[in-house]
């Protein structure tokens, strides 16, 4: 009986190894490419659809065991070009242009004029950022009743087409 149970113990296990094995790599990211180079998959957010010239997806292999996504511009100097721009997160704008918000403090950001409901992987690049304004919420009618504590940090940013990519959704003015 106890060699029964012992197995059956055993089982169990390889069984939540394997699967906790296969959620491990089902939940990873693939690796990007560009034109050859391994690219942050912020950077596609930034690449215009008519400004591609293929797209190729491995879905796994022995090199990407998450897969990989290649993808050939029109014009390779396009991809030099916003790989010189550094993609700043929410922090390093804040700290770039000197704001600070108090610690525990609610905040709420608005994008242009777009509300940020996730800012975890927010990226832009730095010469599309403008302006960031800091508004204590006790300042602004709604919110000095239903959020004085809160402050909103509006980030301004400027593009040629008015259009913005955030996390691969479209913001526009």
């Not at 690796?31 to 591609?52: E, L, W």
């Not at 000095?144 to 996390?167: H, Q």
Request: hydrophobic letters at 45%; one cysteine or more; glycine letters at 4%.
């Amino acid at each position: 009986m106890k060699r029964i149970i012992l197995l059956a113990v055993v089982c169990l296990l390889i069984s939540a190894n394997a699967t906790l094995a296969q959620n491990h790599n089902t939940h990873k990211a693939p690796v990007y490419y560009v034109d050859g180079t391994i690219v942050n998959r912020a950077y596609f957010d930034f690449i215009k659809p008519d400004s591609i010239k293929e797209i190729h997806v491995i879905k796994t292999d022995d090199e990407h065991p998450n897969g990989a996504v290649y993808i050939t511009l029109n014009n390779p100097a396009f991809l030099k070009r916003i790989l010189a721009d550094k993609l700043l997160s929410i922090k390093d704008i804040l700290r770039i242009k000197g704001i600070a918000v108090k610690n525990k403090q609610p905040v709420i950001y608005v994008w242009d004029d777009k509300l940020l409901t996730d800012t975890a992987n927010v990226r832009v690049p730095e010469s599309y950022l403008r302006s960031v304004k800091l508004t204590p919420a006790a300042n602004m009618p709604y919110f000095k009743t239903a959020l004085p504590n809160t402050s909103v940090v509006t980030i301004f940013t400027s593009v040629k087409d008015g259009k913005i990519m955030i996390r691969g959704g479209e913001a526009s003015r």
